[in-house]
């Protein structure tokens, strides 16, 4: 069965940063993608970047570009979503999901969630 762990979350000024990671664990497949999405109240989910485990290559929503960076540690499931200059609208619960493929933002391709993280950019 498929694990995700996340870590990372929590309550940050504006300005600031956080880190989240993500580790996936006992995924079959070698064509993977993992994908970082946010929840803020009242909003649906939207996809705010993801990588492909197979070649790395990565992208990142125009919303968060310049801002926040997706990386994987090489060797291992983990990816980290680096969340710079942080708004307080970037405040939602942050989930990390794991699904075959290159990569996408629609959340249907990925089969498997973590518990998410709750970012919250207040001063």
């Known amino acids: 069965q498929v694990r995700i762990k996340e870590s990372g979350g929590g309550l940050v000024q504006p300005g600031g940063s956080l880190r989240l990671s993500c580790t996936v664990s006992r995924f079959t497949s070698g064509h993977y993608a993992i994908g970082w999405f946010r929840q803020a109240p009242g909003k649906e989910r939207e996809g705010v970047s993801f990588i492909s485990m197979s070649d790395g290559s990565t992208y990142v929503d125009r919303s968060v570009k310049g801002r926040f960076t997706i990386s994987r540690e090489n060797g291992k499931n983990t990816v980290y979503l680096q969340m710079n200059s942080l708004k307080p609208e970037d405040t939602a619960v942050y989930y990390c999901?794991?699904?075959?493929?290159?990569?996408?933002?629609?959340?249907?391709?990925?089969?498997?969630w973590g518990q998410g993280s709750q970012v919250t950019v207040s001063s």
């Open positions: 999901a794991a699904g075959t493929g290159w990569g996408t933002f629609e959340p249907y391709e990925y089969a498997y």
